[in-house]
């Protein structure tokens, strides 16, 4: 069965202080995996997605990394406006008609 | 940035009234999808469409009803509204199968 975990479900940081967010996956055959940023009481807003183990990419403070198993979404020198729930989600090769979600991290950043 | 359109933004109805949820794109996208979220939780694909006369049901039952008579338009319809039906309903569109999904900013249902 097709699955996503996020990790940790939430995470606490000081302004500056760099950290990493996990998503871990269990797909038959990879077509994608996204992530998406979503505010308290909004639609998911898309940052990334990556297509095959060792893809990167970044966007200002965020750099997204894939391997075959799990995707990281690295925070570098976090502000306070970064705070929000993180969501990973895959979509299969055999079905690309809908994206499996986690359940997401939700990231404050204190100044 | 993603160019789709959800209203009402909030709605607090009564039980047994009659809902539709709009939600527009105007990115030309053909594929639309409808998500259903409670706070905390992940979301879920309840109805999605291939195009113009393409209604298909998702992997969370939902007794809601879709149709897609334009391009643009895919409106969800609750002919009977109750508490359990209380939630966040978020409208998506792809250009095709297999490319990146946006959402809209979501709609917020609340029966009383």
């Known amino acids: 069965e097709d699955q996503v975990t996020q990790s940790p479900e939430a995470l606490r940081l000081q302004e500056g202080e760099s950290s990493s967010l996990n998503c871990s996956y269990t797909?038959?055959?990879?077509?994608?995996l996204f992530w998406y940023r979503q505010d308290p009481g909004k639609g998911p807003e898309f940052l990334f997605t990556l297509y095959s183990a060792g893809e990167e990419k970044e966007k200002e403070r965020l750099k997204a990394t894939l391997t075959k198993k799990e995707s990281f979404l690295h925070i570098t020198a976090p502000k306070p406006e970064d705070s929000a729930t993180y969501l990973c989600a895959v979509q299969g090769s055999y079905n690309t008609d809908k994206l499996i979600f986690g359940t997401g991290t939700r990231l404050q950043v204190f100044p | 940035e993603a160019d789709i359109y959800q209203t009402p933004r909030y709605l607090v109805i009564g039980t047994g009234k009659k809902i539709t949820l709009e939600c527009s794109q105007t990115m030309g996208h053909d594929k639309m999808y409808w998500y259903q979220q409670d706070p905390g939780m992940e979301l879920h694909l309840i109805h999605y469409?291939?195009?113009?006369?393409?209604?298909e049901k998702g992997d969370l039952s939902s007794e809601s009803t879709v149709s897609r008579i334009r391009t643009e338009h895919f409106p969800l319809t609750l002919e009977s509204a109750r508490p359990s039906h209380t939630s966040q309903y978020l409208c998506a569109s792809s250009l095709t199968s297999g490319n990146t999904i946006y959402f809209g900013e979501g709609s917020w249902l609340t029966v009383v």
């Open positions: 797909v038959s055959g990879l077509r994608g």
């Open positions: 469409s291939y195009g113009v006369n393409s209604t």
